[in-house]
């Protein structure tokens, strides 16, 4: 009886073998080849880690030797077996028996050993995954969204896909995306449009925040969570914005602003936590060549205790620096991200949370102090980048969150059902959202958004 063909293994657990395998099989990209005189060498990754396989060719046997198309991005399967290197800075390599060149490559192939600059690989974002940089992104994107999803799950929170169409602004703001299937072309000449006749039957657009929607469930379930795409129609073409991105956003029913403080700084830490062991090999890849220190500061934010301090403490601390900001600092004013890495990098020294913001800045939802000026907000900020979390306690009270609506020139039809739900059981409540490319920034140190999206969606770019 013949012996059963082996079973498939990865790059990865080969690489942390214990002894010596006699049947492996591995499929994987060609990262590079050199061919001597009696053998031919192949580095082979399969994406399941930043390092690739050494892979030895006797090419003296015909079943060995590689078609010149077996070169740099060719795809291969390998059967052979796995012995101790002698070669330095790597344990284990793997002596070919037979190979079978599953799709061959050709010379121009874009991704050479090479260093490229992060704009050109944008230009081809079908094939930069592949490279060292995206291939360690991709390993911690995908850990950072299990630890989101292992974080709440642990908590018992319920996990709701909010809906991508929505009638509702969520933010008030006015830039989203509208969705139609009515030709508009006749508009254009000044045709009012009837959407009534609209796939919806009324204006329809995608969503910018699945907080309105989570705050109907967290009503019955007390704890639930959103973690899906959102959209803006924001024509800003910097470093921080992007027209599409995941948001996570917890909302937890009767908790007030100091709960929904405790439970962010707690998420914070747990996914940094998480993803810290997960990906280690990764995450020192960038902390040696994206961002000197990347370790420690993502190690200071798990170990520190978070300050809290009220918007109008940071800016009194702000306009007392004597620093010299580019955009100007006066109450009613927004902080922006100097102002607060300022507050965590050279004053506060930590993380830490600022609180209570003037209402005039801040949405319709939240929850109106006392002062009557100001409103029980809350931002999440951390040394190196500023604002991480953004969330508040909302407004609960039925009387008080219509005059907002009404104040701020809003369709207060569009809100009857968010309306309802202080009518009929309203419990105080609160929560926050996160943007999830914003914390992959952090945590690879990559300082533009279009690098840790897999196909960024920005004014003007929608290639791939």
Same mark, same amino acid.
């Given at each position: 009886?013949?012996?059963?063909?082996?079973?498939?293994?990865?790059?990865?657990?080969?690489?942390?073998a214990?002894?010596?395998?006699?049947? =492996?099989?591995? %499929?994987?990209?060609?990262?590079?080849?050199?061919?001597?005189?009696?053998?031919?060498?192949?580095?082979?990754?399969?994406?399941?880690?930043?390092?690739?396989?050494? =892979?030895?060719?006797?090419?003296?046997?015909?079943?060995?030797?590689?078609?010149?198309?077996?070169?740099?991005?060719?795809?291969? $399967?390998?059967?052979?077996?796995l012995? %101790?290197?002698?070669?330095?800075?790597?344990? &284990?390599?793997?002596?070919?028996?037979?190979?079978?060149?599953?799709?061959?490559?050709?010379?121009?192939?874009?991704?050479?050993?090479?260093?490229?600059?992060?704009?050109?690989?944008?230009?081809? $974002?079908h094939?930069?995954?592949?490279?060292?940089?995206?291939?360690?992104?991709a390993?911690?994107?995908?850990?950072?969204?299990?630890a989101i999803?292992?974080?709440?799950?642990?908590?018992?929170?319920?996990?709701?896909? $909010?809906?991508?169409?929505?009638?509702?602004?969520?933010?008030?703001? +006015?830039?989203?995306?509208?969705?139609?299937?009515?030709?508009?072309s006749?508009?254009?000449?000044?045709?009012?449009?009837? &959407?009534?006749?609209?796939?919806?039957?009324?204006?329809?657009?995608?969503?910018?925040?699945?907080?309105?929607?989570?705050?109907?469930?967290?009503?019955?379930?007390?704890?639930?969570?959103?973690?899906?795409?959102?959209?803006?129609?924001e024509?800003?073409?910097?470093?921080?914005?992007?027209?599409?991105?995941?948001?996570?956003?917890?909302?937890?029913?009767f908790?007030?602003?100091?709960?929904?403080?405790?439970?962010?700084?707690?998420?914070?830490?747990?996914?940094?936590?998480?993803?810290?062991?997960?990906?280690?090999?990764d !995450?020192?890849?960038?902390?040696?060549?994206?961002?000197?220190?990347? !370790?420690?500061?993502?190690?200071?934010?798990?170990?520190s $205790?978070?300050?809290?301090?009220?918007?109008?403490?940071?800016?009194?601390?702000?306009?007392?620096?004597?620093?010299?900001? %580019?955009?100007? =600092?006066?109450?009613?004013?927004?902080?922006?991200s100097?102002?607060?890495r300022y507050?965590?990098?050279?004053?506060? +020294?930590?993380?830490?949370?600022?609180?209570d913001?003037?209402?005039?800045?801040?949405?319709?939802?939240?929850?109106?102090?006392?002062?009557?000026?100001?409103?029980?907000a809350?931002?999440?900020?951390?040394? +190196?980048?500023?604002?991480?979390?953004?969330g508040?306690?909302?407004?609960?009270?039925?009387?008080?969150?219509?005059?907002?609506?009404?104040?701020? +020139?809003?369709?207060?039809?569009?809100y009857? &059902?968010?309306?309802?739900?202080?009518?009929?059981?309203?419990?105080?409540?609160?929560?926050?959202?996160?943007?999830?490319?914003?914390l992959?920034?952090?945590?690879?140190? !990559?300082?533009?958004?279009?690098?840790?999206?897999?196909?960024p969606?920005?004014p003007?770019?929608i290639?791939?």
């Amino acid at each position: 009886m013949a012996d059963p063909p082996p079973a498939r293994t990865t790059v990865f657990n080969l690489l942390r073998a214990t002894a010596p395998l006699e049947k =492996v099989l591995v %499929e994987g990209w060609v990262r590079t080849r050199r061919d001597g005189k009696q053998v031919t060498f192949v580095e082979l990754n399969d994406g399941s880690c930043l390092a690739n396989l050494q =892979v030895v060719f006797d090419p003296s046997k015909p079943e060995l030797a590689l078609p010149e198309g077996a070169s740099t991005g060719a795809s291969l $399967a390998v059967r052979g077996r796995l012995v %101790e290197s002698p070669a330095k800075g790597q344990q &284990w390599e793997l002596h070919a028996v037979e190979v079978t060149v599953v799709g061959e490559s050709t010379p121009d192939f874009p991704l050479q050993k090479k260093r490229h600059g992060f704009e050109y690989l944008r230009t081809i $974002a079908h094939l930069r995954p592949r490279s060292n940089t995206f291939g360690a992104v991709a390993r911690v994107r995908n850990a950072l969204f299990m630890a989101i999803h292992r974080h709440f799950q642990s908590k018992g929170f319920l996990y709701l896909p $909010a809906p991508m169409i929505t009638a509702s602004d969520a933010e008030g703001a +006015g830039e989203m995306f509208q969705v139609t299937n009515l030709d508009l072309s006749g508009a254009e000449g000044g045709k009012p449009v009837d &959407w009534s006749q609209d796939f919806f039957g009324r204006k329809a657009f995608l969503t910018v925040s699945g907080q309105l929607e989570a705050e109907i469930y967290a009503h019955v379930f007390h704890d639930v969570y959103t973690f899906g795409p959102t959209f803006r129609a924001e024509n800003s073409n910097t470093s921080r914005h992007a027209a599409e991105f995941l948001m996570c956003e917890p909302e937890m029913a009767f908790a007030d602003l100091q709960e929904n403080i405790r439970i962010g700084e707690e998420f914070i830490k747990s996914v940094l936590a998480m993803v810290r062991e997960e990906c280690p090999e990764d !995450l020192e890849f960038f902390d040696q060549r994206i961002e000197k220190g990347l !370790l420690k500061k993502l190690d200071h934010v798990m170990e520190s $205790a978070f300050e809290v301090i009220t918007y109008t403490e940071a800016v009194e601390i702000l306009e007392k620096s004597g620093e010299s900001f %580019e955009f100007p =600092v006066g109450w009613g004013k927004d902080l922006q991200s100097e102002h607060e890495r300022y507050l965590t990098e050279k004053k506060i +020294g930590r993380p830490l949370f600022v609180v209570d913001y003037p209402k005039e800045i801040k949405a319709f939802y939240m929850r109106q102090n006392d002062d009557g000026r100001t409103v029980a907000a809350m931002d999440m900020l951390v040394p +190196g980048i500023g604002e991480i979390i953004g969330g508040s306690q909302r407004e609960e009270r039925l009387d008080y969150l219509t005059a907002n609506i009404e104040e701020r +020139g809003l369709p207060i039809e569009e809100y009857w &059902w968010y309306l309802d739900l202080r009518r009929f059981g309203s419990a105080p409540h609160a929560g926050f959202g996160m943007g999830f490319e914003r914390l992959m920034m952090y945590v690879t140190g !990559l300082s533009n958004i279009r690098d840790v999206l897999p196909f960024p969606r920005t004014p003007g770019n929608i290639a791939f």
